[in-house]
């Protein structure tokens, strides 16, 4: 089984929206395959910026 190229972002953008459960972060990629549109409530927001501060300090240290 081949293996999938990942999608390479190429914009992204960040908004909020009101419906009837409150505020929702829209994460809106442009990616080579297409735009990606991620609804975040604050729980949902919170672990991705905890999955980047993660990863961060490896990509840092692969630039040096």
Do not use: Q, Y
Not at 2 to 8: H, I, L, Y
Not at 17 to 27: C, H, K, R, S, T
């Amino acid at each position: 089984m081949e293996k999938a190229s990942p999608f390479v972002p190429a914009e992204i953008h960040v908004h909020t929206v009101a419906d009837e459960g409150g505020n929702l972060g829209i994460l809106s990629i442009r990616t080579t395959e297409g735009i990606l549109d991620i609804a975040l409530d604050c729980h949902a927001a919170d672990a991705i910026v905890s999955a980047i501060s993660s990863i961060r300090p490896k990509l840092d240290a692969s630039e040096k």
